[in-house]
């Protein structure tokens, strides 16, 4: 339900353009996006920035997670579509 989000802190996974962490934030939740390429993560931010989503952003790569913080949802689009990324 979208009133899941409201006050709650989500992390999204390989943001790309951001569609997932743009709803998340307009339904109240404080959105932290990552990719793990910067020219990814920038176009990712113009997004945010156009929808005055209040989102922060971050390089960084799941497969080589180092953030200790706790999130209350962690969600990714579209996030395992190389076969480099997930056992066959």
Do not use: K
Request: net charge negative.
């Amino acid at each position: 339900r979208a009133t899941e989000f409201r006050g709650r802190t989500v992390l999204e996974l390989g943001a790309g353009t951001g569609l997932p962490g743009l709803v998340a934030a307009a339904l109240g939740a404080t959105v932290t996006q990552t990719d793990r390429s910067e020219v990814i993560l920038h176009v990712c931010q113009m997004n945010g920035e156009r929808n005055r989503a209040g989102i922060s952003y971050r390089v960084a790569d799941w497969t080589e997670w180092t953030d200790t913080a706790r999130y209350d949802w962690i969600i990714g689009s579209d996030i395992l579509y190389a076969d480099t990324l997930h056992a066959e």
